[in-house]
Structure formats: structure tokens, C-alpha cells
């Protein structure tokens, strides 16, 4: 039974039993209601609702998703429990999410484990609560709370939970016997039956510029994303329209949502993060090595990223570097940036210094003997590289994994470099890496299965979103980089400016613009590469001289004051330079290019074309395992929208013969060969295919 209804004394308990997570299907929302109903004339003096194993419900049943809803729904549902003539209490373990915590807030009371949590996480699905939680929560806890409960998503944990008013009580284990003493106490106190909808919300909060200002703070934070937006429309209507008219602007609100592009781009990326962690073809006898202890070469930026990685984690870290100067200097910026983050009340001093306690330093290899992992974080050169994976099989005991941070190198050749290639993998975190969530697992030639299995448990373990790869340069997600980055240079030569390719992605959803990121990341890192390779190996000159050019001339962007953009000097605020139109004009004519007029339209198509050319090459060549682990990458590594579903779903919602025709069409303009459709997206668009139907084909 996923519902069952007992009588405990004068208690009347409503158990869900529906693993793994107590989600509220049909089945489940119909047994709910039977007991509700049920409970109203037996001898029952309240009524308790609990979740047997590990949570209280955390959510809608996934499996739902897209199909008609049927009956009873959950607004049902709640309005049968809020309506109960006798008291019902929640009781609350593990994580009570969406419609879970929905559920509970149409309860008259509601009792947790210290270790539960809260919350209202439709925002990241493109969605908002559609059983009455924007009309609820506000009546609680006032407006600024519900709404940065709701547009965050955020989990809220027991106690804060208790303080902010979202739940009554915080009880100890075992829960049931605590629910039933609660319910007790309540009935010998005569608490009064408290329906959420008869309280009014507190009218300190109900200032009209409270919404404007959300509205505001939604536009920059969630840019672009409609489902914010109505998450404050609905806390308003909170506010201003009787419960029943807000529950009715709710529901419509959410069916919008729940109907749109954006949130069936969300719900492609929530179900895409959990696929990417399988991987295809493993063993079924592989496993997972215990990692109680990781090295980590190199103290900069990346590695002490890293490091904090790790100690966030709960594993200890021994970070090396060649000297103790640059050592001093790695722990002191990994220790200034725990600092920060403590001055911004998001972590408290004594976990921050537990944390520090984590990572020690060494500028000895031999410090690494007993580590179950090594990550080399060192300067991209093969070079040096080698040298530090044969230190590496030198000191590290027999079965450690062995792994290389690289950002393009060839991991098989990092690996041949050692007397152990099956135990060298390629962990490629992105930078801040104590931030970022993406981690690319980089699967080479002689990489045994323990290894890879490892690598993907380690990455969830450690908060991350691992994504396998094969070898090829630039593995996913820097390799769809590549011809990205150059459309953005082509563009700009051949007509546009940087404000206009800037202005157009970021309009399209990009977190910044491909310029923009330029000066960011500074302009020298791709001119010192470039003077390390051939002719041949740099491409089209029109690709990079401008680029060149920059740096030639000091601006090496955010860093020197000056790039594509000139950045003032204390606020860093950008702003557009003539002086720049001057360079691309010289350069343009250096090359022979007749500059035109642009439309956003053209550099939008060239942009996004490029992405998703290249991705069905990695598609092809086997490098991905398959289209939504590429969205994966690009969503969570390289600032796509998660509202667009990244470069391949966006691809399958153009239609993969639009796809087709737009790069044919952008070939035959432009005559280069990088414009030929890859292999694959001619074959599946010719055929009248889909991605879906190659993938299941393919698996």
C-alpha cells in the first residue's frame, strides 16, 4: 500500500510509502485524500501525516512530467487536509520539496527532525508551486522571505526553517513517537485550527515596491527566465487578492509555466545532470576506490580551487608546489577566500577554519606516498606535464589514481608517460573551482573502468556534475569552444562590433558575451599559445589578428584596463572604445575583408551554428556519450542558458533539417570548409531523424 491510515490512541496516522522519495503520484494523492476523508468520522482527535524511509515527500512524481494531470490533483488534495475538522500535523524528516513541502504547509501544524529540510525548488525546473505554495508561505513568513524562499529554490534547514516560521517544531527521533506527543500537546493546549489561508499576511510587507524591486533583482540574477517573474507576480497576488483568487492566479500562472519552451528546456537539463553520471558501457564489476586522501600539484588559482573542492567535501588535502614562496602564497589566497565567504554570513568561522584545517602544504613529492588521488594543476605544456607524472609513478603507492587537470592535452600521452596508464585519468574542473560545477572526466585509452567509476563517484561526491569524455584536443567542452570563439573574431572583422556580438548573446541568454569573456580571461593566455604554434596549426588569420593586435598594443583586457572594451579602473565598469573600431577597421583591411552591416540575426545563427556543428562531430567521433551530456557541459561550464537546454536540445527543438539548412546556407555565403555539415547531423537530417531516435537507436 503507498498509503496506509491507522489509529495510534487518539491519534489518526496517514503513512506514505512510495519509494525512493515518497513522490506524490495519482495513486499516492488518491490515498492521501481517502484518509483525510476517512479520518473525519472515526475516533481520531488528530491527525498526524508521516513518510515512511528515507524523506517526507520531496516532490512531484517525476514520472508526470508532460502528461495530463489527473485526479485528484494535489491543490485538491490540500484544500481536503486545510479543510480537515480536526487538526493535522506534518511530520517532517529528510528533504519536504515542491509539492512535498506544499503538502505540509496545508497542514494546520508542522513538526521536523533537526535534519530535515524545506523548500520550493520549481524555480530550476522553469516552473513555480502550483499547489498553493506562493499563497501559503507569504501568509507565514512574510513576503521578503517567501519570495526569496521561492525564486532561489533554496533548501532551508530545520532550524532556520523554525526560525523563519516555515515549520512549528523541531523534534527528536524516533519521529513518529514526537509527531504524536506534539499532537498531544497541541490538543491539551487547545491550539486552535490554523488554516494558513485564514492568516493574513503581514502588512508591513505588502509595499508595492517590494514587487518592483524583486522584479528587479529577478531580471539580473535569473535573466531571462519568465518563471521568476510570476513567482513575484504571485506573491503579490498574494497580497492583494483574496486566498481563493490567488490560489486561481497561481494555478494559471503555473500552467503557463508548466507548458512553456523554458521549462521543458529545464526539465531536459534536470533529467540530463542525473544521466550523465551513468556511464554507458561500464562494467558491471567495476568499482569505486575509497579516496580518503588527495595531492594536489600546483597552488594557484585552480589547484587551490581545487583543494577547497576537496576540503568542502570532508577530504583532506596535501597541496604541493615547488617552492615554499608560492606555497605561502596558494594557502594564503585559499585562506583569504574562506575569509570572504564568511564575511558574507555563508559560512561560519569555525567551519571555514575546520575546512583550512583540511589542506596542508609540502614541497616534497614524497609527501604524496599515501594518497589514494593525485591532480597535477600545472602550467598547459607537455613538457612539464611529463616531468610531473613521472615524479608522480615514482611516489605514489601502487592503485592510486593519477590525474591531470589539463584543459586540451592529450591525456593518453600524460599517460604513457608513467608504468601505470590504467591508473591516469583526466579530472578537468572548471576555474573558480570551488564554485563551478562542472567537472569533465576524461576517459583515455588505458584507463581502467575502477578508475572511471572512481572519478564519477568522486565527482557527485565532492558537489560536482561529471560528465565523461574521450580524448581528443579540448575534450567537449573547450573543443566546441574553439569554433565558437572563432565566429566571434570572424564577426567583428567582417562588419560587426564587439558591443553588437556581445549584446546579442547575452540577450540570447549567454552569461557574458564571447568578448567580454576575452577580456576577462585576459587576451595574452590565447596569444602566448598562438606563438607556440605553426601557421597551419593557427588557422585563419582573420580569426585571431585582431586578438593580436590587442595585445600588441598592451590591452590585455580587464587586467590592464583595456581589451576589446576599456574598464574603469575602480569599478571595473565597461565601457566601448573607438580606439578598438580603429584596429579591427586596419585589420580588416590588412586582410582583404570588405566590412558589412551585420544583422543580430546572422551573428546569432553563426554563433550557435558553430556550437552545434561541432557538437555532432563529438557526437560522431564517440567523444560524448551522448547529445544531453554536451548540454550538460555547456549549461553548467561555459555559460549557456539553462533555459535554452544547451547547444543540442536546442538543435532538436529548431529541428535537426533547419539545423541542416542554416550551416549549408552559411557555407555556401562564406565558402569556408569549417561550414560543412558534421557527418551525422547531414545523416539524421536527411533521414527525417531526431537525436531521441539516434540515441535510442544507438543504445
Not at 523548500?119 to 501559503?136: F, S, W
Not at 497541541?186 to 486552535?192: I, K, S, T
Request: aromatic share 6%; proline share 5%.
Amino acid at each position: 500500500m503507498l498509503v496506509t491510515y491507522e489509529l495510534v490512541g487518539d491519534f489518526g496516522v496517514i503513512t506514505i510509502n512510495n519509494p525512493p522519495v515518497n513522490a506524490l503520484s495519482q495513486k499516492v494523492r488518491e490515498g492521501v485524500m481517502s484518509a483525510i476523508t476517512n479520518a473525519q468520522t472515526d475516533n481520531s482527535k488528530a491527525i498526524v501525516l508521516i513518510c515512511e524511509g528515507r524523506t517526507f515527500v520531496a516532490g512531484a512524481d517525476i514520472k508526470e512530467f508532460g502528461k495530463p494531470p489527473m485526479a485528484p490533483s494535489l491543490p485538491e488534495v490540500n484544500e481536503a487536509i486545510e479543510s480537515s475538522a480536526k487538526p493535522v500535523i506534518a511530520a517532517l524528516h529528510g528533504t519536504a520539496l515542491g509539492g512535498g513541502f506544499e503538502l505540509a504547509l496545508s497542514c494546520h501544524y508542522r513538526c521536523a527532525l533537526n535534519t530535515a529540510a524545506v523548500g520550493l525548488p520549481e524555480v530550476n525546473l522553469g516552473i513555480l508551486p502550483g499547489a498553493g505554495g506562493t499563497q501559503r508561505l507569504p501568509r507565514l513568513v512574510g513576503v521578503e522571505t517567501a519570495l526569496d524562499v521561492i525564486t532561489s529554490g533554496k533548501r532551508v534547514a530545520a532550524p532556520k526553517a523554525l526560525e523563519l516560521g516555515m515549520i512549528d517544531r523541531v523534534v527528536e527521533e524516533p519521529l513518529q513517537d514526537s509527531a504524536l506527543a506534539y499532537a498531544q500537546s497541541l490538543l491539551e493546549e487547545g491550539a486552535p485550527l490554523r488554516r494558513v489561508r485564514d492568516l493574513e499576511v503581514p502588512a508591513a510587507e505588502s509595499d508595492a515596491d517590494v514587487f518592483e524591486v524583486w522584479r528587479k533583482n529577478m531580471a539580473k540574477r535569473r535573466r531571462g527566465q519568465v518563471a521568476p517573474q510570476k513567482i513575484v507576480d504571485c506573491v503579490e497576488a498574494a497580497v492583494s487578492k483574496p486566498f481563493e483568487d490567488g490560489l486561481q492566479f497561481e494555478r494559471a500562472s503555473f500552467v503557463e509555466c508548466v507548458g512553456s519552451d523554458q521549462a521543458a528546456a529545464m526539465r531536459h537539463m534536470f533529467f540530463a545532470e542525473r544521466k550523465a553520471a551513468v556511464v554507458e558501457d561500464l562494467n558491471e564489476n567495476a568499482k569505486a576506490k575509497p579516496i580518503n586522501r588527495v595531492g594536489i600539484i600546483g597552488a594557484g588559482t585552480m589547484g587551490g580551487g581545487i583543494a577547497m573542492t576537496f576540503a568542502n567535501a570532508g577530504i583532506p588535502v596535501t597541496l604541493l608546489e615547488l617552492n615554499q614562496e608560492a606555497l605561502d602564497r596558494g594557502l594564503a589566497m585559499i585562506s583569504k577566500n574562506y575569509g570572504i565567504t564568511v564575511s558574507k554570513g555563508k559560512m561560519s568561522q569555525e567551519v571555514a577554519d575546520k575546512r583550512q584545517a583540511l589542506i596542508t602544504g609540502s614541497t616534497s613529492y614524497d609527501s604524496l606516498a599515501d594518497v589514494d588521488l593525485v591532480i597535477e594543476a600545472v602550467f598547459e605544456s607537455m613538457d612539464v606535464k611529463r616531468q610531473v607524472f613521472g615524479e608522480l609513478d615514482r611516489v605514489c603507492k601502487p592503485g592510486a589514481i593519477l590525474a591531470s587537470n589539463t584543459s586540451y592535452l592529450d591525456v593518453n600521452e600524460i599517460a604513457a608517460c608513467t608504468s601505470r596508464p590504467q591508473d591516469v585519468v583526466g579530472l578537468h574542473f572548471f576555474s573558480p573551482a570551488n564554485v563551478m560545477r562542472l567537472l569533465e572526466v576524461v576517459r583515455a585509452d588505458a584507463t581502467s573502468e575502477d578508475v572511471i567509476a572512481t572519478s564519477m563517484a568522486l565527482g557527485k561526491k565532492i558537489g560536482k556534475v561529471p560528465v565523461l569524455a574521450r580524448v581528443c584536443y579540448g575534450f567537449i567542452g573547450n573543443r566546441m569552444l574553439r569554433p565558437y570563439a572563432r565566429e566571434a573574431q570572424l564577426s567583428m572583422i567582417e562588419g560587426a562590433s564587439p558591443e553588437q556580438i556581445d549584446g546579442v548573446l547575452t540577450r540570447f541568454g549567454m552569461a557574458m558575451g564571447p568578448l567580454a569573456v576575452g577580456d576577462l580571461a585576459g587576451l595574452d593566455i590565447g596569444y602566448k599559445a598562438r606563438q607556440a604554434l605553426t601557421p597551419e596549426q593557427k588557422g585563419d588569420p582573420r580569426s585571431y589578428c585582431i586578438a593580436d593586435a590587442l595585445v600588441e598594443m598592451g590591452r590585455l583586457g580587464q587586467k590592464s584596463g583595456a581589451g576589446y572594451y576599456r574598464y574603469d579602473p575602480e569599478t571595473r565598469a565597461r565601457s566601448s572604445d573607438p580606439e578598438v573600431l580603429e584596429v579591427i577597421e586596419a585589420q580588416a583591411r590588412a586582410h582583404g575583408v570588405q566590412r558589412r552591416t551585420m544583422t543580430d540575426q546572422e551573428i546569432l545563427d553563426r554563433h550557435l551554428m558553430a556550437l552545434i556543428n561541432e557538437g555532432f562531430h563529438i557526437l560522431g567521433e564517440g567523444i560524448a556519450q551522448r547529445p544531453s551530456d554536451i548540454d550538460v557541459v555547456y549549461v553548467n561550464g561555459y555559460g549557456f542558458p539553462v533555459f535554452r537546454g544547451g547547444p543540442m536540445f536546442t538543435a532538436s527543438q529548431m529541428g535537426l533539417r533547419e539545423v541542416y539548412d542554416c550551416i549549408c546556407a552559411l557555407r555556401d555565403k562564406t565558402g569556408a570548409d569549417y561550414w560543412q555539415p558534421a557527418p551525422l547531423l547531414e545523416e539524421l537530417a536527411l533521414e527525417g531523424k531526431t537525436l531521441d531516435s539516434w540515441s535510442a537507436d544507438k543504445g
